[in-house]
């Protein structure tokens, strides 16, 4: 696609389900990020892939989450056990280099998450 | 720790004034400084960035920004603003060879006509 795709734009779940949300970038695009936006609050960093490993991922805020990108495509980030506190707008962006290098990051719509 | 600071959480301005949104931020070296636009249901998208060089850099859509060492602030400006500006826009510091960007709290903004 054009751009970078994340599904599903909505999720409303209930308290302790299990969550997966998908990001497809743009094609080519070696490097991938997940945030996470709350309201008001700027997109605050979770993971980070160079290809398909885990380059970084010092951002997820404990063993609940976890992202995956096996084929160094599209990446499933997973949300077990949801509480309330993770409802927020989860953003994916890939880049063709790291962000370092191009400082260009291009960013999906989000998923919007919903924790009842 | 690394932090972006925008202190201005809402600003209005009248159609055709000029704009100044404030970013500081705090890091021990020089980071890589960017500001981004968030419009309703659409992606941020990049407006400028800042690696080395000249301290004003030019941007998209009229935008532009200058770095200030000194006060280690990278405010944006635009001399004329558009009622297509309205949106939430975002200042960001790149550190760790740019693999991790910290992101202001964002400043919303409302033109009028």
């Known amino acids: 696609g054009a751009g970078v795709s994340q599904t599903p734009s909505n999720k409303v779940t209930e308290k302790g389900k299990y969550v997966e949300l998908r990001c497809d970038p743009i094609?080519?695009?070696?490097?991938l990020y997940w945030y996470r936006q709350s309201l008001g609050q700027g997109p605050e960093f979770l993971i980070y892939?160079?290809?398909?490993?885990?380059?970084?991922d010092s951002g997820l805020p404990n063993d609940r989450f976890f992202a995956v990108r096996p084929e160094g495509s599209v990446s499933t980030l997973k949300i077990q056990r949801t509480e309330r506190g993770d409802s927020a707008v989860y953003l994916c962006?890939?880049?063709?280099?790291?962000?370092?290098?191009?400082?260009?990051?291009?960013f999906g719509e989000g998923s919007r998450l919903t924790v009842l | 720790a690394q932090s972006v600071t925008q202190p201005d959480i809402h600003i209005t301005v009248s159609e055709g004034a000029s704009l100044e949104l404030r970013c500081n931020y705090s890091?021990?070296?020089?980071?890589?400084l960017f500001w981004y636009v968030q419009s309703p249901g659409q992606g941020l998208q990049l407006l400028l960035k800042?690696?080395?060089?000249?301290?004003l850099v030019q941007g998209i859509k009229g935008f532009e920004a200058e770095f200030k060492r000194s006060q280690s602030s990278f405010n944006l400006r635009k001399p004329s603003v558009h009622w297509s500006d309205a949106a939430e826009y975002f200042c960001?510091?790149?550190?760790?060879?740019?693999?991790?960007?910290?992101f202001g709290t964002g400043t919303s903004l409302t033109v009028i006509p």
């Open positions: 962006a890939s880049s063709l280099l790291a962000a370092g290098d191009t400082g260009e990051l291009f």
């Open positions: 094609s080519g695009h070696t490097a």
């Open positions: 892939f160079q290809g398909t490993g885990a380059a970084d």
């Open positions: 890091y021990g070296a020089t980071p890589y």
């Open positions: 800042y690696f080395s060089g000249d301290t």
């Open positions: 960001a510091v790149a550190v760790n060879t740019g693999n991790q960007f910290y």
